[in-house]
């Protein structure tokens, strides 16, 4: 067998500033074929898993460029065009193949294309033929169109939020791509729209068990080869934005249809319930500040870099320097000039900076003050599971006595070496201020005494009751209160 295997991905939240072009993709991950590491990031897995696979079969893997960028605004269209088309052109070259298997993210949009995987997978099967095997690995914060479903025979999505199972999905994707190829199985896809948005972390109920149960529906039925839930993504002002329930069969499309809106109605019934209740900066602080075991972890979950926010938000780190907070630490406040300023200055300098809250309303106010620069380190990086995620030239400074890093390349605080990377012990800090959502949960859960989930600021529209759409549909909750008509009763 002749397998081609690429990745394409980001995450685009239509409402951010920051818009990305090709410089952005090189900063996170740009690895021409052949070029990608050992190691997976979390959307080209089936690259480094495909390597095992196909060398333990004896099939023959072709690469194709595995590129990422961090999440943020649209995509530079000739950017989005250049990247796409390299691709397809190694993929001609590569022809005939028996199958693609893709990495891919979900939830990109570019300048002129609102649904950029569907546009990619489509021209993929114009190049392959309609009898040639197509499948992705996607994230679940993303849009599942049927310009996808018509393109693809499956996919597979995380489960986990924090995505902690990448590489497992992975396997999986493989393994149906074995067995299909080897002609034991005929995959199909049913989906049902669950007509909502919501978010749905999996580190804690209801959304824990409603994974361990579909995990357990695979397990215990042949005929069903994967669910996915495609969690959707509020911040993607998109046509088909919104929760999706997609599940797999041997070719069993009836019976994948109806465990499809059985599962969708029943998250549909749960709505409202699964995102980890939020307190405003004030409050968190003052818990903080009376805690009596630490570190107390401050998530400040809606200037999550990770959602295609700035990350440069510093309304938190505002609160802590008015009411006197000591042994803190803020990890990340995103300025690369700041950071060319600092790196300029050299380890040991104490100069007057203003940093912070350069990208948008609602972000608080650029800090001024005279700092002193501890650590200077290029190309940082931290752990994100068996990854590691970039986050540029950063300078570690102390201001009125809170470590603070201040970074070049926009990431969200995946992992406590973020903080080591820069020199600082997240362990003797009494307060952590991270920016994510939910992705620091599986590490920082480890050495947190506490963790307050923080709304502080505007930087993301995290409401979409009120969020002001423009293309996105209008039909699902919360936007309006019962989408699947009265007999669902009313949000």
């Known amino acids: 067998m002749r397998i081609f295997t690429a990745a394409l991905a980001t995450e685009t939240n239509t409402f951010s500033p920051i818009c990305v072009d090709r410089r952005a993709f090189e900063a996170s991950l740009y690895a021409p074929p052949g070029q990608h590491p050992e190691t997976p990031t979390l959307c080209t897995a089936p690259i480094t898993v495909g390597r095992r696979v196909t060398a333990e079969k004896g099939w023959e893997l072709i690469e194709g460029t595995a590129t990422w960028a961090d999440p943020a605004g649209l995509v530079n269209r000739a950017t989005y065009e250049e990247l796409r088309d390299e691709i397809l052109g190694q993929l001609s070259a590569a022809m005939p193949v028996d199958a693609v298997v893709m990495g891919l993210h979900g939830a990109m949009v570019a300048a002129g294309y609102e649904d950029t995987e569907g546009d990619l997978l489509s021209r993929i099967r114009e190049i392959v033929g309609p009898d040639v095997l197509i499948c992705a690995e996607l994230d679940p914060h993303s849009h599942l169109t049927a310009k996808r479903v018509a393109a693809l025979n499956f996919a597979v999505y995380f489960k986990e939020f924090p995505h902690t199972d990448f590489v497992d999905r992975a396997e999986d994707l493989w393994r149906i791509t074995v067995e299909t190829l080897e002609g034991r199985i005929k995959p199909v896809m049913s989906v049902f729209d669950c007509k909502m948005i919501d978010v749905f972390p999996t580190s804690r109920e209801p959304m824990r068990s409603f994974v361990d149960k579909i995990m357990q529906i695979e397990r215990d039925d042949p005929d069903i080869l994967s669910i996915s839930v495609i969690h959707g993504f509020m911040v993607g002002d998109v046509p088909e934005m919104g929760t999706k329930l997609l599940v797999v069969t041997d070719n069993k499309s009836g019976k994948g249809a109806v465990l499809a809106r059985e599962l969708g109605l029943e998250l549909f019934s749960k709505r409202g319930t699964f995102m980890v209740p939020q307190i405003d900066e004030k409050e968190a602080v003052s818990r903080a500040m009376t805690a009596t075991a630490w570190p107390v972890v401050i998530a400040d979950v809606w200037d999550n870099p990770g959602g295609g926010t700035a990350g440069d938000a510093t309304v938190i780190l505002g609160e802590l320097m008015a009411r006197g907070v000591r042994s803190a630490a803020i990890g990340t406040i995103w300025d690369p000039v700041a950071v060319q300023i600092c790196f300029a200055a050299g380890e040991g300098a104490e100069i007057p900076l203003r940093f912070g809250a350069k990208s948008a309303p609602g972000t608080g106010n650029p800090v001024d003050g005279t700092i002193k620069v501890v650590k200077l380190v290029k190309n940082a990086e931290m752990q994100f599971g068996e990854s590691l995620a970039p986050f540029g030239d950063a300078a570690h400074i102390v201001l009125n006595g809170i470590d603070i890093i201040l970074n070049s390349t926009r990431a969200q605080s995946f992992d406590p070496s973020l903080f080591s990377a820069m020199g600082i ?30 709304s502080a600021g505007t930087p993301y529209p995290n409401n979409p009751a009120t969020t002001p759409y423009r293309r996105a549909p209008k039909t699902i909750w919360p936007i309006v209160a019962d989408p699947h008509g009265p007999e669902r009763g009313a949000a």
């Open 425 to 454: 012990d997240p362990a003797r800090q009494k307060i952590l201020v991270i920016k994510s959502t939910n992705h620091f949960f599986a590490s920082f859960s480890k050495i947190a005494a506490e963790i307050l989930y923080c």
